[in-house]
């Protein structure tokens, strides 16, 4: 693909609820754009932007997909986004990297919960938005609707600028209402149109829509309001400069009708967004740390020292780790290099690319705004900031997702628990919303993500691109053992007699249990007196009794909350070692600790859930049904934070239960509290589970 100057560029992202049309509306521009020879088929699975397996076996996308074309002499790139709550962090990811939000709703369903997602997320990056109407051709397809549902739950700012003419199976084209002209679109799907009067039945519906914009777009600029006011009216280079000015300053946000299956409206969207949408050098200069830590603007000149962000990976099988960045600053030329300011490190490489979908083009130079792609860096991650290490900056991290469940990987054979660290490591590097972790108690390893779904399409790509086959378990529970009631005078005694010297060692404690607040606590106190064990086998009696304590008291959990009085013991000249109190202090515990009532501790999270308002008293009471306390609610708008305490055994499913109760309009994060005693009767199931006996409690 050939260099394009700064001010030809666009980038646009395309984001919205999963189903709302965003892959098949890339798929038609391409095609009309001449990447593709036919409109690639999300259900065919045919489609250029769903190239994973995993994507045309699901038939959504799963990832994140990039595409660069030339329209209109400009080069445009547009990047199709996953809809499902589980991969939208890569959404959010590749809104950071673009200059305009394209909000993709359907006409059918109209506003969802992803809708809002990315329109807040949108929002708070102060990015210029277009809303894109989709599926005006399928049954209950309803314009009017969806409008006043995306005034009423998004913003007021949002008018419409085309008109659908035709509904449902006869739509057959839209009003341009800024050159008040009907264009008619031929139903092949080829795109080809005609521009024509609009029909007598329409004019007053679309001279009322006109009004709307000009008196909107006349609104946001003083000079353009004189105008108004003198002629009642503004021409179309009027229109189109106030409005331009009015998106950039998100007091007009377009909404454009069309139908991506029947190529209906869609090369009005791309003209409408090179014509109206703003370059890379109109957009708000952006800001990075220098080695001094001090803010700096960078700005988007060629001239300028380079600097960018990486904000995809992916790894392919064959060509190894493909990094997709954004140029803020600066140009940057193929076979170079740059400076890794985030690891502090050089990077090489050959090819700079232009992504179109799963291939690639080449390009000789980047340039401020540009995105592309790089093959086989070494160390560089996403969220990494590149740039001339003569001129170091670091701009602020991606936003970070914390994940909501996890679950745990089991190797299927040696051979898989031998690949299975390693291969799950490249992928976390694509997926920034993973995260992998070891379960040191059980020996297991931990994979996290956003859901159930998250993890088995990671499982499934681990298998499809490293060979590594592994089975899904839930996570264990990291429960934990204590006392709650003093046991005192107990003696630990070890002594063995050998051919040499013998082993002998004698120590007395007392065990209580101490906890502060909800924290259980941990105390070793040395109460002898008169020698009666060598100060230097002290320690010894304690590092047993931790040992012991490692061990649990009666289903193998480590024991917490218990102060430990040494206040006595027998040593011998000969026959004592740091061993043989190490030997005594151990047996102290497991004779001492049965006799302290001891039972099963549980963890408790912190858990906020952020929901809409009509929901909160069923997710209330289904926090109560989980054995949880509710601590408060804050009114967020028309959402609400609720605030609560729950046993994290409780949770291990919860993003997929509150899925279900807000149909996918809730959210929560959870933390670790504390721990607090489990109930009896599910003590004992954990007992029974962890192969141990159950004692009876003392009366």
């Known amino acids: 693909m050939k260099k394009f100057d700064s001010r030809d560029l666009r980038n646009i992202c395309l984001v919205g609820h999963q189903g709302s049309g965003k892959t098949s509306l890339g798929e038609t521009i391409l095609f009309l754009a001449g990447i593709n020879n036919r409109i690639g088929s999300v259900m065919e699975k045919t489609a250029l932007l769903d190239f994973e397996p995993e994507e045309k076996e699901k038939g959504a996308s799963l990832s994140s997909a990039v595409a660069s074309f030339e329209w209109k002499k400009k080069k445009v790139t547009i990047i199709d986004t996953p809809g499902d709550a589980n991969f939208f962090p890569d959404s959010l990811n590749c809104l950071c990297a673009t200059d305009c939000a394209g909000i993709v709703v359907s006409s059918v369903e109209g506003v969802q919960v992803q809708t809002e997602n990315a329109w807040n997320t949108a929002t708070e990056l102060q990015i210029p938005r277009i809303v894109i109407i989709t599926k005006m051709d399928k049954e209950r397809a309803d314009f009017e609707s969806t409008i006043s549902d995306l005034i009423s739950s998004l913003s007021d700012k949002i008018i419409p600028v085309t008109l659908p003419i035709g509904k449902e199976s006869s739509f057959s084209g839209v009003i341009d209402l800024f050159k008040m002209k009907a264009i ?21 519906e679309a001279k009322s829509a006109r009004e709307k914009i000009v008196d909107a777009v006349a609104a946001s600029d003083d000079l353009l309001t004189e105008k108004y006011l003198e002629k009642g009216d503004l021409d179309e280079g009027e229109l189109m400069d106030g409005l331009h000015k009015a998106v950039m300053q998100g007091q007009f946000i377009p909404a454009i009708c069309l139908s991506a299956i029947k190529n209906i409206g869609v090369s009005f969207l791309l003209d409408f967004l090179v014509s109206v949408y703003p370059s890379p050098l109109e957009m708000p200069v952006r800001k990075a740390k220098n080695k001094s830590g001090e803010l700096v603007s960078l700005q988007p000149d060629s001239s300028a020292p380079f600097a960018g962000q990486i904000f995809k990976t992916t790894v392919d099988q064959f060509i190894g780790k493909i990094s997709y ?10 076979d170079s290099g740059f400076y890794n300011s985030t690891r502090d490190i050089k990077e090489r490489f050959g090819k700079l690319l232009v992504p179109v979908g799963g291939k690639q083009e080449e390009v000789s130079e980047g340039v401020p705004g540009d995105i592309l792609a790089v093959a086989k860096l070494k160390e560089s991650c996403t969220g990494d900031t590149i740039c001339d290490e003569k001129s170091q900056v670091i701009f602020e991290p991606l936003p970070k997702t914390n994940p909501l469940i996890s679950f745990v990987l089991k190797p299927k054979t040696k051979a898989d ?14 997926d ?6 070891r379960d040191v108690e059980a020996e297991e390893l931990l994979l996290s993500g956003m859901g159930e779904d998250h993890i088995r399409i990671t499982v499934s790509k681990l298998q499809r691109k490293f060979g590594v ?4 378990l839930p996570p264990k529970i990291p429960y934990r053992e204590t006392i709650t009631r003093k046991v005192t005078g107990i003696e630990g005694k070890h002594k063995k007699q050998t051919g040499g010297h013998g082993q002998f060692g004698v120590c007395y404690i007392n065990i209580e249990p101490y906890k502060e607040g909800n924290e259980y606590k941990y105390e070793f106190v040395n109460n002898i007196v008169g020698g009666a064990i060598p100060r230097n086998w002290i320690p010894s009696v304690e590092k047993g009794i931790k040992a012991a304590m490692e061990k649990g008291i009666v289903a193998g959990f480590p024991a917490i909350g218990v102060r430990i009085d040494l206040y006595d013991g027998k040593y011998h000249d000969v026959d004592s070692s740091d061993l043989s109190f190490q030997l005594a202090g151990r047996k102290a515990w497991r004779e001492g600790a049965p006799k302290g009532n001891p039972v099963i501790l549980e963890p408790i999270m912190n858990v906020e859930v952020n929901c809409p308002a009509e929901n909160q008293g069923d997710i209330m009471g289904d926090i109560s049904g989980r054995r949880g306390r509710v601590l408060g609610t804050e009114q967020k708008g028309k959402r609400v934070v609720i605030k609560a305490n729950v046993p994290m055994a409780e949770m291990l499913r919860y993003a997929n239960d509150l899925k279900s109760i807000t149909g996918g309009r809730g959210s929560f994060i959870m933390s670790f509290s504390h721990y607090e005693v489990l109930p009896s009767a599910l003590a004992d199931k954990v007992i029974a589970q962890a192969g141990k006996r159950v004692e009876e409690e003392e009366e």
Not at 184 to 204: H, R, T, V, Y
Not at 432 to 437: E, H, N
């Open 469 to 472: 086959s592994v089975d899904l």
């Open 325 to 334: 960045f954004r140029i803020w600053s600066g140009n940057l030329k193929a």
């Open 417 to 430: 628990a031998a690949k299975v660290g390693q291969s799950l490591a490249k992928l976390l590097e694509e």
């Open 184 to 204: 008619n679109f031929a139903q092949d799907a080829s795109g080809k149109f005609s521009e024509e009067n609009i029909p007598e039945s329409m004019l007053k």
């Open 432 to 437: 920034t919303s993973l995260s992998m972790g």
